[in-house]
């Protein structure tokens, strides 16, 4: 049986993307992070689900040091989920305004930072790294006035009355999966990589990214913290795509070779699907046209992760039976057709969908557009000032 190891106590929400992840897996929790990591260094655990970022708290800040710990295994895949917060009383007759005392972790103090300051300001916090084992140390009788601030399923767990729910919203946490494999590629991928300390000179951080932008490959995020033992600078840099393509590898090593001029001095710490912490309410887009620039931008948003169907006159399936499929409709045919195709298929989209006419504009385009479709419809006139030999948007323009 596969061994996940990740933060406790059971229920708690690395409990929870843990259990998310690998369904049926023995879940062994640690109370910290460096036990956490030990273990898997130790072999004792398969994979480990360990907290990265949160949308509130920002990166973890041991996040270097974090990956300093780990000299084999690789950063493998990611989980994405919500993090509800609430806040509980250890008695059941206590209100709000009687709390004195309020227990919970470091990193959930921080998400919760804007709540506590506006309702909690004169209560005395109390970080623990075990907040159960903090629970139980404190006798039935002397439980009046204190307060819990975590998971709600954690809470319900120790039998706690909930007094506020959701206490820091639009709170999300992204856990990184480490694993002793590298993960294969999946064609959306994203790799993230770590200098060692780096001798200081002028422009040495814009070299260390040119070699990315100028091969077209995506920063999908950057952080530098100076080393605690050297105070020398480390870069941690996360791009799109897989450590096997060759953009990449050459990227890679270029940078090595000829901007630091120290080979080893990037260390892989894995390739993974990628991961997009916004809220996508887009899924899905459909395609009337099957020429050479649908066909571009097809590509360019399965790469984005996102469902597209295409449909014309070469492809089975039809624009009728597509349409109610998709979040949006995209029209990319021939100007002299595009006004006719509009006002067929136009009508077709409900409410809360959009419309985008990805052609040149003639005299009735965008007229058509919104004499057919209802005012629920969003309609946008997207004309690109490129062809479809373009390789990618890089430097391009639209209006």
Request: aromatic share 6%.
């Amino acid at each position: 049986m596969i061994t996940v190891a990740t933060l406790g106590p059971k229920k708690s929400h690395a409990w929870m993307a843990a259990t998310r992840y690998a369904t049926g897996a023995a879940i062994d929790l640690y109370p910290h992070t460096k036990a956490l990591l030990e273990a898997f260094v130790d072999g004792k655990a398969n994979l480990v689900v360990v907290p990265v970022y949160n949308t509130r708290e920002g990166e973890n800040k041991q996040y270097f040091r974090l990956f300093e710990k780990i000299k084999s295994g690789y950063w493998i895949d990611n989980i994405v989920l919500p993090s509800n917060v609430s806040l509980g009383a250890l008695d059941t007759d206590d209100k709000i305004t009687d709390l004195r005392v309020l227990i919970g972790n470091q990193a959930v103090f921080k998400q919760c930072e804007e709540y506590i300051g506006n309702v909690l300001a004169d209560v005395t916090l109390m970080s623990v790294h075990d907040v159960e084992q903090t629970i139980a140390a404190i006798a039935p009788q002397e439980r009046s006035g204190y307060g819990v601030i975590d998971g709600e399923e954690l809470l319900k767990s120790f039998d706690l009355t909930i007094l506020e729910r959701d206490v820091a919203p639009h709170n999300r946490t992204r856990y990184a999966v480490l694993g002793p494999e590298l993960a294969v590629a999946t064609g959306y991928d994203a790799t993230s990589l770590i200098t060692e300390p780096l001798d200081d000179r002028v422009g040495m951080l814009v070299d260390i990214l040119s070699e990315f932008t100028r091969r077209g490959i995506n920063i999908l995020d950057m952080r530098s913290e100076n080393d605690v033992k050297t105070q020398k600078l480390q870069v941690y840099i996360e791009v799109e795509g897989h450590i096997h393509e060759e953009l990449i590898e050459t990227a890679v090593t270029h940078i090595e070779n000829r901007v630091i001029g120290q080979p080893g001095a990037l260390r892989l710490l894995g390739s993974f699907p990628r991961v997009d912490m916004r809220t996508k309410h887009i899924k899905s887009f459909g395609f009337v046209g099957t020429g050479a620039m649908s066909q571009w931008f097809v590509d360019l948003l399965e790469h984005e992760g996102y469902r597209v169907l295409l449909s014309g006159r070469s492809t089975s399936l039809r624009p009728e039976e597509m349409i109610p499929q998709v979040d949006v409709l995209v029209i990319c045919v021939p100007i002299s057709a595009t006004a006719d195709t509009v006002r067929k298929y136009g009508p077709l989209l409900a409410d809360g969908k959009a419309l985008i006419l990805l052609a040149g504009e003639s005299e009735t385009t965008i007229e058509r557009a919104l004499e057919v479709t209802s005012s629920g419809v969003e309609v946008m006139l997207v004309h690109n000032l490129w062809g479809p030999q373009a390789a990618t948007m890089k430097d391009k323009n639209a209006i």
